[in-house]
């Protein structure tokens, strides 16, 4: 470690960056569902897309359609979007077959402090007197240790939710 920088400011040093880099890739997804991605061929309307659209709820690990049928998310881009349960997930599954996901319909949300636990093969953030299970693919992005304070993401309305999102490693 270099002369002068204490292990805490490399450790806040490390979590702005990630911060940063998640602000940034946010950008640039809400700048492509603005003005639509450059790589991508022009289209006027949905109905020109080729592939098949679906829409779902996530439910901290999958998405749900109307049928019951689950998709799976990748975990990277749900920790990475801090998604909930309860979220509206646009799906749409391309003609080569690759799947695109895209929220179109956020749920309201409340931020909570807690602490990363483990237990059972997974991670979990205990708050209030409540466990809420998180992602591997959080707790590796944002290098969490088991013990350490995090800021997380649950729906508003405190519904039996089972799943959160990490927002930050304090």
């Given at each position: 470690?270099?002369?002068?920088?204490?292990?805490?400011?490399?450790?806040?040093?490390?979590?702005?960056?990630?911060?940063?880099?998640?602000?940034?890739?946010?950008?640039?997804?809400?700048?492509?569902?603005?003005?639509?991605?450059?790589?991508?061929?022009?289209?006027?309307?949905?109905?020109?897309?080729?592939?098949k659209?679906?829409?779902?709820?996530?439910?901290?690990?999958?998405?749900?359609?109307?049928?019951?049928?689950?998709?799976?998310?990748?975990?990277?881009?749900?920790?990475?979007?801090?998604?909930?349960?309860?979220?509206?997930?646009?799906?749409?599954?391309?003609?080569?077959?690759?799947?695109?996901?895209?929220q179109?319909?956020?749920?309201?949300?409340?931020?909570?402090?807690?602490?990363?636990?483990?237990?059972?093969?997974?991670?979990?953030?205990?708050?209030?007197?409540?466990?809420?299970?998180?992602?591997?693919?959080?707790?590796?992005f944002?290098?969490?240790?088991?013990?350490?304070?995090?800021?997380?993401?649950?729906?508003?309305?405190?519904?039996?939710?089972?799943?959160?999102?990490?927002?930050?490693?304090?």
């Amino acid at each position: 470690m270099s002369e002068g920088l204490s292990e805490k400011q490399v450790k806040r040093l490390r979590s702005l960056l990630n911060e940063a880099e998640t602000n940034i890739a946010a950008a640039k997804e809400l700048l492509i569902s603005m003005l639509g991605d450059d790589d991508a061929p022009a289209r006027t309307t949905d109905d020109d897309f080729a592939g098949k659209v679906i829409e779902g709820i996530f439910d901290g690990q999958t998405m749900h359609d109307a049928d019951g049928k689950s998709y799976p998310v990748p975990a990277n881009y749900a920790s990475k979007s801090k998604l909930v349960e309860g979220d509206t997930l646009k799906l749409t599954i391309a003609d080569d077959g690759s799947f695109i996901y895209k929220q179109i319909g956020p749920v309201a949300r409340k931020q909570l402090i807690g602490t990363l636990t483990q237990h059972d093969g997974a991670y979990y953030v205990e708050s209030g007197g409540r466990e809420y299970r998180v992602l591997l693919a959080s707790v590796t992005f944002f290098r969490i240790n088991v013990g350490d304070q995090v800021s997380i993401v649950v729906p508003e309305d405190n519904r039996e939710a089972e799943w959160a999102a990490v927002e930050a490693n304090l």
